[in-house]
């Protein structure tokens, strides 16, 4: 019997923000209870994505672990069967293949797309979401998902940072945003901004360049000019506490799905991505099948997480 390689998957952390200074933590466990009860049914618990676009993000299942300190669950993106052909195995064998041969699913039939894993306690949240995907897709499921009961709340997911092995807080001179699909948003009191780093490279490009549409297009394509936001930090940061610190890093990395796209320089001429900043855990866990892992070894791995991201936070 062939046995089947166990996989790797990196956890990501999650901070969830306590707006009430009254109070603890967040409080979003006791909300989930409410809403999560024995009675409840996987339809009630699918949103839309959009009025024109039948999509749906789905709490398949979960579970309320150690005396309900924390909650395991798991996340399904469903499409409907018409928008996604069913193709047999036997089509791969022929010499090419046309979409009549595609089989149509039926509007009234569901697919599965995609699903991911998280846990959760009052503080803290880990997940196995890619990290090429911004945690804002679970964040609105869940402030829809407790929509009847958060009242004016909105929990917000921001992401844990930690300062690079062997670097002091006084080491850190600027932070740098890099182009290539690193959104960079700011609120005033007049708007809320975002915007592409890239768009600023071409936008750059287009007023020095001027008319030379083909050079411009050859400079694009190529991606032979990359914009850089450079960010000095106006306390010194030997001025600064840790957690200030990691505060600020948090709210400027959770957009940023691309380690690459956020840069750290210190003092000692010393760069470091996103990868050294982002709190993250690599653990294997086996598999019953390819495509299947064992969920109470995934469980237990980010109960263990959850357990290190807040004894990490209380030092």
């Not at 790797?8 to 109070?23: D, G, H």
């Not at 969920?295 to 357990?307: A, G, I, R, V, Y």
Request: charged share 25%.
């Amino acid at each position: 019997m062939t046995q089947i390689p166990p996989k790797k998957l990196t956890l990501r952390a999650f901070k969830i923000e306590n707006y009430t200074l009254t109070e603890p933590n967040s409080g979003i466990l006791n909300l989930l209870q409410q809403v999560l009860t024995e009675d409840s049914t996987a339809a009630q618990r699918r949103m839309l994505l959009n009025v024109d676009n039948p999509d749906t993000e789905l709490l398949a299942n979960f579970g309320w672990q150690k005396n309900n300190s924390y909650m395991f669950g798991m996340m399904l993106r469903v499409i409907p069967a018409e928008n996604g052909g069913i193709m047999k195995d036997e089509l791969f064998d022929q010499h090419m293949i046309t979409m009549a041969q595609v089989d149509a699913g039926k509007p009234t039939q569901s697919q599965y797309k995609d699903h991911f894993y998280f846990a959760t306690n009052d503080s803290y949240l880990v997940t196995n979401l890619s990290g090429n995907t911004n945690i804002g897709r679970l964040q609105t499921y869940l402030n829809w998902l407790l929509e009847a009961v958060r009242g004016e709340r909105l929990f917000q997911l921001t992401e844990l940072t930690k300062l690079p092995k062997g670097v002091e807080l006084s080491k850190i001179k600027e932070i740098q945003f890099v182009s290539g699909g690193t959104t960079v948003a700011a609120k005033t009191e007049e708007a809320s901004i975002s915007t592409k780093l890239s768009d600023v490279a071409s936008s750059i490009l287009e007023s020095l360049i001027g008319n030379d549409t083909e050079n411009l297009a050859k400079l694009r394509d190529n991606q032979l000019v990359e914009a850089r936001l450079v960010i000095k930090l106006k306390k010194r940061p030997k001025e600064m506490v840790k957690e200030e610190f990691q505060r600020v890093m948090g709210a400027m990395a959770t957009n940023i799905t691309n380690d690459s796209g956020i840069v750290v320089c210190t003092s000692d001429g010393n760069r470091y991505t996103g990868e050294a900043i982002k709190v993250k855990k690599t653990v294997t866990v086996d598999c019953v099948s390819p495509n299947r892992i064992v969920e109470e070894q995934l469980k237990q791995e980010m109960e263990l997480f959850l357990n290190e991201v807040k004894a990490q936070q209380n030092e």
